[in-house]
């Protein structure tokens, strides 16, 4: 049942973090709500710009309503992440989305307020919910590409501020994360001291760690021994989840992560298996995997067992 974002943050705030999970295709659909269902979590479903690109918007959207029939116990939203404006547009009038970001951050602080103003008056009216983003992440994705020294850590002040002017609902801050699989070059680690301040200024707003993958060490080892190249990735100790989900992060961006446990499968096993060429056979083992690393991620974040508890909340 897609449920509005609102409503999850509600029963997370200060307790656990809902994870919101990056999805491009038909196997990560199926894992992704394996792996929810199986840890009894609520989720959030990510699509960015490049997934509703890969084949069509249409086709995620076909999709998560299959999977939503397939598996009616399951509680999510479904979310655009890192909209443009026109997408969000695109998004708030589909009648299908709970919730979009406009990502204005590289813009000047004026005009980023002034784009995600626009777009929270849009989807108020349509009754979607809009997170934004202050400071700057590093690293790469499919639309925006961030220097490590270009990044900038959100300013607690400016965050009460940008909030108060621009009426979002959540809002995305850099605290030392950054997107993709080699995060944390130097000493670098996350700035809770800075997660702290905007809390003190923005008391229960939930706020969305982005760039949150584990890059796990063992994942780049499985790769790397199978033919991959990935040298010196690094992620976040999803350990530190539940301190920030303390401090009033409420959602945390998985992508990378997921695309680590596909690279492992095929790599692995058409190594192992050079005479097949039917890709529903590591097609499988993905969804399995996929479910499993979902459940296991969900463990860290706190949300998992908490199904039950916002379906009262949500009176389903
Ligand atoms: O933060 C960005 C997500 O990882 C989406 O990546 O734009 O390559 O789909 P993408
Ligand atoms: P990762 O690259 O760390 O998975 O971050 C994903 C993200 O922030 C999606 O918005
Ligand atoms: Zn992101």
Known sequence: MIVTTKKLFEAAYGKYAIGAYNINNLEQTMGLFRGN????????????RGSRDYTDKEMMQALITAADKIFPEAIFAVHLDHGDEATCYDCID??????????????SFEDNIATTKRV???AHAKGLVVEAELGQLGGVEEH??????????????????????????????????????FKFSGSQSLHFDVLAEIQKQLPGFPLVMHGSSSVPQEEVERINKAGGKLLGAKGVDANQFKRAAELGVTKINIDTDGRLVWTRVHREYFLEHPEVFDFRKPG???????????????????????????????GK
């Open 37 to 48: 269902l199986m840890s009894n979590a609520p989720f959030i479903i990510q699509i960015s």
């Open 144 to 181: 925006v590409n961030v220097s490590e020294s270009g990044a900038k850590l959100t300013d607690p002040l400016k965050a009460k501020e940008f909030v108060e002017r621009s009426g979002c609902d959540s809002l995305a801050v850099a605290i030392g994360t950054s997107h993709g699989a």
């Open 94 to 107: 589909s009648n299908f989305y709970s919730s979009v970001m406009i990502d204005a951050s590289s813009e």
């Open 284 to 314: 499988k083992i993905y969804m399995d995997e996929y479910a499993k690393f979902i459940a296991a991620k969900n463990e860290k974040l706190g949300s998992a067992n908490q199904l039950e508890e916002v379906r009262k909340l949500v």
């Open 120 to 122: 929270v008056d849009a």
